[in-house]
């Protein structure tokens, strides 16, 4: 879609004018059509868009933490290159995402500073341990794995550029779950110590991963209003249902357990019922008291303290460039 929004032109819209951007833009949702960055948008649609799009993001980078941790100790170099390239993936989805965010109107240094005074989340998934190499495994198969199965359809969402960079991010992390799937079936092939090692890691990762889908939908505060403006096309309940779906047939395959004694097929719902979540956990992970939190938001304040330098020359070098090419347009030499 795309109309000449209020707010870009030299005087403030009217009232009434609103009310014809409004119905301009709800039509365009309506008709599953994409919201493009100089479309008029609501305040709170724009509000939402940047919540989700920097939590987001920020999980990418913070993500990178955990699998770095084993990148020095991974078992092989086929495993190490895989690894690097993975975790380098993840990088650049946070670099995509960053930039989808600016499209509202918001910058990354903004963000970045949000994430680093814990004014913006990240994903609570980051805030667990990678004890043992079988972890990148499970991080892979199930982190990843509940990552796709909520990022596929965020690629439908009505903002054309975050649908966009999902489009990318989807094949990327349908790969890394891949790996963390062949990971894990190569230790629970393994030795008796490997395959123990391997499902003492999904153990571990289970729930946490269930928890990632958000709280339930009675308490999830956001998913309705998300849910009308397709931002979101359903709800935390339904994908984590779906996740858990796909995760038993993959576990029976992998000759591994789920940590969950009430697994089992529902024959009348047509789904697995599955046991409840500890959500004053998912609670505690939030309020800062997992735990990783403090580790990985120290580590991510001082990369970002270390890298100033390369801000800065960054910046140094594009200035340059900069004059360069507008003294060659007037004719100077550089
Ligand atoms: N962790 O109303 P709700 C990755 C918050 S990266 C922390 O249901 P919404 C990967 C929520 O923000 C994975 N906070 O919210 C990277 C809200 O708080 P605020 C990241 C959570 O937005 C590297 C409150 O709880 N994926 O896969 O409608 C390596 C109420 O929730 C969480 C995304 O970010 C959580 N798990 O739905 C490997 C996907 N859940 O903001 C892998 C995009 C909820 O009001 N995001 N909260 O203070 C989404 O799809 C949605 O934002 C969510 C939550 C489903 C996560």
Known sequence: MTTVLPGHGPEAPGEAETEAFQAVFD???????RIEPRDWMPDAYRATLVRQIAQHAHSEIIGMQPEANWISRAPSLRRKAILLAKVQD????????YSAAETLGTG???LLDKLHTGRQKYSSIFNYPTLTWADVGAIGWLVDGAAITNQVPLCRC????????????????????????ELLLALSRGTEAQK???QDAVDR????????????????????QSMAWKIKRHSND?????????????AESLGLTLPDPELRWNEERGHHDFGPIDWSEFQQVLKGNGPCNEQRISQRRAAHENGAWVREAAAVYAGKHATEHTGARNGEAA
């Open 108 to 110: 990354r240094d903004e």
């Open 158 to 181: 009505s903002y054309g550029p975050y649908a966009r960079a999902m489009i990318r991010i989807c094949k990327e992390e349908s790969f890394h779950q891949r790996q963390g799937y």
């Open 196 to 198: 123990a090692m391997a």
């Open 238 to 250: 339904e994908l984590r249902q779906r996740f858990v779906d796909i995760c038993v047939p993959q």
């Open 90 to 97: 993840e990088a650049g989805h946070g670099l995509y995402l």
């Open 205 to 224: 990762w289970w729930w946490p991963s269930l928890m990632m889908f958000g709280p339930p939908d009675d308490e999830s505060a956001h998913s309705a």
């Open 27 to 33: 039509a365009a949702v309506a008709a599953d059509e």
